[in-house]
């Protein structure tokens, strides 16, 4: 039984930090990045409009990912499971989606007392998540799902 | 079955890291630009005619990256409403001049009721990365200028009667009526003007009773333009003999 566990949970893990939390941070980080590069660039004070705390998301969703994963390893409840999964993945999608502004990141900053708006459009890097991580995963996930139930339903 | 699912998850994976890693590469290359200051926008010439019912302003652009900016077009941004040049595309090195024209109800609604003027720029980073920069210092493009233009003295019993002549440049094509404060020493007189669109008014200021003393020291003489309860302009003339 505990091998069932540690192997649900270190797949649970391995899952959400492989498709969840490594593009989110990098997405995330590619912002914090612009944001560094115009504080360094303009030489200013700048006002963060959005404080990221992406932390207490990923830490939550890893936990979920273990629980999950230990789910997907018991023979009862592997379908239950890969659904939870299904709906965590595009939850954790939409969360993130919501937190990033959607992808624009808008900024005020002052430059020898003139104010400016800057504003950098990485949508696309939302929509290359979406279409490359996601949604591969959900139909992964389904077809999985389909072989399971095929399998249970021929015995 | 479980395969190609797994097919599909590689596939995607492997062309989202490839995006990132792209994307990356871009948005390293436009920091550094920003950082080395390469994209500049310059308001150059401000066309005023009295009789046309726009204003056009000339704003040359100038890149010198390496990379392509597409779709660069200058905007000027009133609140909500947001004006756009043509788009043209910037090379290396290359600085192209890029019009806008602004209705004069935008400029009335600016003026009159202290609407937020941005000039700025936005374009599409090698057509990859969309961009937008807005910079609130178009009033200082478009300020009214006052400018000193004669100080008469008239002496009169060990005092002097000074009257300074002032010209008030309105780079509008509009009629600008505001009250102009103009104060020196213990005096100071509120004087309704009207500014000519698109011109030069000449206005005489009353005559100051100085004392000999004062003026051989330096009197500060110190105009305000106030235009619908904002000070639009400001000017402090010295008068010394």
């Known amino acids: ?155 | 079955m479980k395969n190609i699912g797994a097919l599909i998850k590689f596939l995607g994976y492997t062309l989202a890291l490839l995006v990132f890693v792209a994307l990356l590469i871009e948005i390293y290359s436009m920091t550094t630009d920003l950082n080395q200051e390469n994209f500049k926008a310059i308001v150059t010439n401000v066309k005023c005619s009295p009789k046309s019912k726009d204003l056009e302003l000339n704003v040359e652009v100038s890149y010198n990256g390496q990379r392509i900016l597409k779709d660069f077009r200058v905007f000027l941004k009133l609140e909500n409403i947001v004006l756009k040049s043509n788009s043209t595309s910037l090379e290396h090195n290359e600085t192209v001049i890029l019009s806008i024209e602004v209705p004069i109800e935008y400029l009335r609604k600016a003026v009159y009721e202290n609407t937020s003027l941005f000039l700025g720029f936005e374009f599409s980073y090698d057509g990859v990365v969309p961009l937008k920069i807005a910079f609130r210092d178009l009033e200082s493009v478009l300020k009214f200028e006052i400018e000193s233009l004669k100080v008469s003295y008239f002496i009169y019993d060990s005092k002097y009667n000074v009257t300074v002549r002032i010209a008030i440049v309105n780079p509008l094509p509009l009629e600008i009526h505001g009250k102009l404060v103009f104060t020196v020493l213990n005096y100071s007189k509120t004087l309704d003007t009207t500014l000519v669109p698109c011109g030069t008014t000449i206005i005489n200021l009353p005559t100051v009773e100085i004392s000999k003393e004062q003026l051989e020291k330096g009197v500060e003489c110190s105009l305000n333009l106030v235009v619908n309860g904002k000070v639009a302009s400001s000017r402090t003339i010295s008068i010394k003999t």
């Open chain 1, 1 to 155: 039984m505990w091998k069932h566990i540690t192997k649900g949970v270190l797949k649970g893990l391995g899952s959400s930090i492989i498709s969840i939390v490594i593009p989110l941070w990098l997405i995330s980080s590619i912002g914090s990045y612009f944001e560094r590069a115009l504080y360094e660039g303009f030489q200013t004070q700048y006002v963060f409009t959005v404080e990221y705390n992406l932390e207490a998301y990923f830490a939550l969703i890893i936990f979920l990912s273990a629980i999950i994963g230990v789910l997907e390893e018991s023979n009862e409840w592997r379908i239950l499971g890969k659904s939870l999964r299904l709906g965590l993945f595009v939850i954790s999608f939409l969360l993130i989606y919501t937190i990033l502004d959607g992808g624009v990141f808008s900024r005020t900053v002052v430059v020898n007392n003139i104010v400016a708006e800057i504003t950098i459009d990485l949508r696309l890097i939302l929509y290359a998540y979406g279409f490359f991580i996601v949604l591969p995963t959900v139909i992964a996930t389904l077809i999985d799902m389909f072989s399971i139930t095929s399998k249970a339903l021929e015995k």
